[in-house]
């Protein structure tokens, strides 16, 4: 159940209820009111029917999600897939660098674009990329990429198969589903420290029996049940971390949501690059660039960082580098 934008303005084998429910459109135009409300002195100037325009514009373009609260962008499935996609374009050179971040650099990233995102949905991402290893520990941004797609688009459903999990590695019985509590996020790093008691895992066949129980009357999104199945089918046994990290690396998942390409493709944007380009050579020659730093009113540009070394790596030296000062003030005070 990936549910994505239908390209189609109508489908005729949709009723009127079945479209508006499909697309969100009552949820987008009551967000355009508000909005409008609440910014009407500087939307009104440019004229209401200019102003819908340029909304719908925007939500069908993927980019109305930026800069916006978090109960926004992961309040539809088009929203989701829009924020995945703009994390991807905004910060692809990361990956085209090569640079390793931490966890908490990756949430710095994420408030850049949404300013009070939790550090707890990035932190669940991070553990499907290091599973058993530190929190503290670097990750390519194609590793957490794609491991954060599956956490935030899918993140009801792995709440609900985390407590499913749970209790079949305890041994009960898997003939109820459990639906999960509001206390369910808090469960998956306990997931993670019985896996480590119990690496054996469960049994596959019996916890897609569960999960396909469970798909059946989930209203939140979900994998493909065929790609549930194709995943559980490779092993006899399997663990909570080990099942999601084969949905991050399923191409067919990543297709149905749409968001990202393929990780051969993640890194080749030319259209970006292009951007790029064009904006270095007009940095290259605009008159300020070879401005001396005798020159009053201008000062010399920062030194651009190799970009072989990480950007933890370089924070690290700045923040030394900031303590060195403030001792050699204070000795001279």
């Not at 703009?86 to 990233?109: H, P, T």
């Not at 599973?131 to 609900?160: G, K, P, T, V």
């Not at 509001?182 to 896996?195: C, D, H, I, N």
Request: aromatic fraction near 10%.
């Amino acid at each position: 159940m990936c549910t994505k934008m239908n390209p189609d303005r109508f489908n005729p084998t949709l009723s009127v209820d079945e479209y508006l429910a499909e697309t969100n459109v009552l949820f987008y135009l009551n967000d355009a009111v508000t909005q409008l409300l609440e910014h009407k002195e500087e939307y009104t100037q440019f004229g209401i029917v200019r102003y819908f325009a340029e909304y719908f514009s925007s939500v069908k373009n993927g980019n109305h999600v930026l800069f916006r609260e978090f109960g926004y962008i992961k309040a539809t499935a088009h929203n989701r897939a829009s924020f995945i996609r703009v994390l991807w374009r905004c910060f692809r050179q990361i990956g085209k660098n090569g640079d390793l971040l931490a966890m908490l650099e990756y949430s710095s990233l994420l408030q850049l674009l949404c300013p009070d995102f939790p550090v707890e949905m990035v932190q669940h991402a991070a553990r499907i990329v290091l599973m058993d290893d530190a929190m503290d520990c670097l990750m390519s941004f194609s590793d957490f990429l794609f491991s954060f797609q599956i956490q935030f688009y899918f993140e009801e459903f792995l709440e609900s198969i985390a407590v499913i999990y749970q209790d079949l590695l305890s041994g009960k019985s898997p003939n109820t589903v459990i639906v999960p509590t509001s206390t369910s996020v808090e469960q998956l790093p306990q997931v993670a420290t019985e896996e480590t008691e119990a690496q054996e895992g469960v049994d596959s066949s019996v916890f897609l029996e569960c999960i396909e129980v469970l798909c059946e009357r989930f209203k939140h999104n979900h994998p493909s049940t065929s790609a549930i199945r194709e995943v559980l089918e490779l092993t006899q046994r399997v663990t909570f971390y080990g099942f999601v990290m084969a949905l991050v690396r399923h191409e067919g998942i990543n297709q149905d949501i749409g968001a990202l390409p393929n990780k051969s493709e993640l890194l080749i944007d030319p259209e970006m690059d292009q951007e790029v380009e064009k904006l270095i050579a007009q940095i290259a020659i605009s008159p300020t660039s070879n401005s001396s730093s005798s020159v009053p009113g201008h000062k010399e540009p920062p030194r651009k960082a190799s970009p072989r070394k990480s950007l933890h790596h370089r924070k690290r030296i700045e923040m030394e580098s900031d303590g060195s000062t403030e001792e050699t003030d204070s000795s001279e005070n």
